[in-house]
């Protein structure tokens, strides 16, 4: 747990650097001109076709039954908006993810290797490939796993934990491989996953139970104006997109640090017959 806690430590005092705040606006800009197009061609029909099958399967009965059941019959008017949001907000997030493992996560390996780990050896064990195959095969899981598991938010306390470990899962299998694909070796990170996994999942879990925040807003904020959607949405995806940078450090100096100590353990086994 220390040393997850001293990353964290680190984490924070980069997070709120000049040079990190100014590496979310490139992931901003491009997931705003991203989902600016698509939630303007889309959003309306999107909003018809889920109203149409809500229509055709009943499921306003059942929806507006749950809510009575959990005492949220006011929702029932703002049922697909919601149904909406919840389908649109994994892929926000999954978007602004992949920007962030893409295009800020070498800069921020670059940074925390400059600022604490100046003479850690680079030895290149990752590429821009695998960091979009590791990526992607996540995102592709996560996604399955979220649709299966929409029905929990029936269960609001039971949505927020699967939430978390699923984040959890995801951010420590993407920025681990991003943290180490400079500096390790294809063995080393390998090691490094396996020996660290419980410490990488807690990472990722607690990371996923903050990135949770900006999508409990923007649906809270939405359900007393609809009107505000878009704005909440551009909020939301910034708000990600801060976590994910503070994410992306916190594995950073964590990882680098485990890198390290498994290097100084195999200098001294080679010292010490």
Known sequence: MRPVAIAYGRALRSQFSGRMLLLSIVPLLLSLALWGGLLYAGMQPLLDWLHALFADYGLFETSNGILATLGLGFLKTLVIPLVAMLVLLPLMIITSLLFIGVGAMPAIARHVSRVQFPALERREGGSFLGSLGVNLSGIVVFALLWLVTLPLYALAPVALIVQAVLWGWLTARVMSYDALAIHASLEERRTIVHAQRRSLLLIGT?????????????????????????????????????????????????CLQALADLRAGQVLKDIVP
Request: hydrophobic share 70%; aromatic share 22%; net charge neutral.
């Open 206 to 254: 607690v990371s996923g139970l903050l990135g949770a925040l900006p999508g409990v807003a923007w649906v809270g904020g939405a359900l007393f104006s609809v009107v505000l959607f878009p704005v909440l949405a551009v909020l939301s995806i910034w708000l990600y997109l801060i976590i994910f940078i503070f994410t992306g450090l916190w594995f950073q100096y964590f």
